[in-house]
């Protein structure tokens, strides 16, 4: 195994398309001239961009004040365009003035949480991944964002399927937070203040996990297997986030400071008997098999953006 899994291209299918937005001549006529005939056709092409995608939540333009102007949005399986009283103000939401800062052409991924909406965390729970670019009028003006909401979800049901030993598989954040879990109830701890992490049960273990790209450990509780994911590609940037409203992020991060833990933890007495364990060659392949689940989930985070 190598010392870090890193997948080709992992989030490059949802920024092309936040690309193409960005640089869709409906989107500079809207943006240099305002009319509302230009609104109507940037309108139309997001609305055809989430019909035909279907990956995603939320497509929107949001202008420099953080206001929602244009906002397309998947509902119970119906694409539908939103607006009057239904559009918000954005301005306070981390990602987008963490995408707004960057330069033209370079794109923002926000750290995977729960959707916010009106301010409160969406029920059922929404998982979330956003991506966002500037865009800028003919005359080089930054003019606001576009932004994607892509289902996060899809990723960790993904992950999910991938682990035949579900009871043991667990998806961390850079933090030890759970994102997904045996016990549910242990999920998005940190978008409720709660101060329960996989890495405060396990310290001693999460500080060699935090230490090297996979590996195998063997600790009082069982055998612990896990693997790192490293999304970012060039030209893409991040930040901490925040589980509040309003607040900003705390600091951008490179991109190895945004990755996923794969983790997978076999209680001491499911393993293998002591007699099996003394024989070094036969529990060495009963590491390497549960490594190899715990790449088989990162493959499978990875094909959730390319074949969605």
């Known amino acids: 195994l190598s010392t870090e899994i890193r997948s080709d291209c992992p989030f490059e299918v949802v920024a092309a398309d936040v690309r193409l937005l960005s640089k869709a001549p409906a989107l500079m006529h809207y943006l240099d001239t305002g009319s509302p005939a230009?609104?109507?056709?940037?309108?139309?092409?997001?609305l055809v961009m989430s019909q035909e995608k279907r990956r995603y939540d939320q497509i929107r333009y949001l202008d420099n004040s953080g206001m929602e102007t244009i906002r397309i949005s998947r509902v119970n399986g119906k694409t539908e365009a939103v607006a009057g009283k239904e559009l918000q103000n954005k301005a306070g939401r981390y990602f987008f003035s963490d995408s707004l800062r960057l330069a033209q052409g370079e794109i923002y991924i926000s750290p995977l949480d729960l959707n916010i909406e009106h301010g409160q965390i969406e029920i059922p729970h929404k998982p979330m991944l956003r991506f966002g670019t500037p865009v800028f009028n003919s005359a080089g003006e930054k003019k606001g964002v576009v932004?994607?909401?892509?289902?996060?979800?899809?990723?960790?049901?993904?992950?999910?399927?991938?682990?035949?030993?579900?009871?043991?598989?667990?998806?961390?954040?850079?933090?030890?937070?759970?994102?997904?879990?045996?016990?549910?109830?242990?999920?998005?701890?940190?978008?409720?203040?709660?101060?329960?992490?996989?890495?405060?049960?396990?310290?001693?273990?999460?500080?060699?996990?935090?230490?090297?790209?996979?590996?195998?450990?063997?600790?009082?509780?069982?055998?612990?297997?896990?693997?790192t994911v490293y999304p970012l590609q060039a030209g893409m940037h991040s930040a901490t986030g925040t589980p509040s409203a309003q607040d900003a992020s705390a600091h951008e991060l490179s991109a190895k400071e945004y990755y996923w833990k794969v983790v997978s933890?076999?209680?001491?007495?499911?393993?293998?008997?002591?007699?099996?364990?003394?024989?070094?060659?036969?529990?060495?392949?009963?590491?390497?098999?549960?490594?190899?689940?715990?790449?088989?989930?990162?493959?499978?985070?990875?094909?959730?953006?390319?074949?969605?």
């Open 38 to 46: 230009e609104k109507q056709r940037l309108n139309a092409l997001f």
């Open 147 to 227: 932004l994607i909401n892509y289902y996060g979800s899809t990723l960790i049901e993904d992950f999910r399927r991938a682990m035949v030993e579900r009871r043991h598989a667990m998806l961390l954040n850079r933090d030890g937070y759970w994102l997904s879990s045996p016990d549910t109830s242990l999920e998005w701890g940190f978008m409720f203040g709660r101060e329960t992490t996989f890495a405060k049960q396990y310290p001693e273990a999460w500080t060699r996990i935090q230490a090297a790209g996979e590996g195998n450990l063997m600790t009082e509780q069982g055998l612990l297997t896990y693997a």
């Open 265 to 308: 933890l076999v209680p001491a007495n499911e393993l293998p008997s002591s007699s099996l364990t003394r024989h070094s060659g036969i529990f060495a392949l009963y590491l390497t098999g549960m490594a190899l689940l715990a790449l088989l989930a990162v493959a499978m985070l990875v094909s959730a953006f390319v074949n969605d």
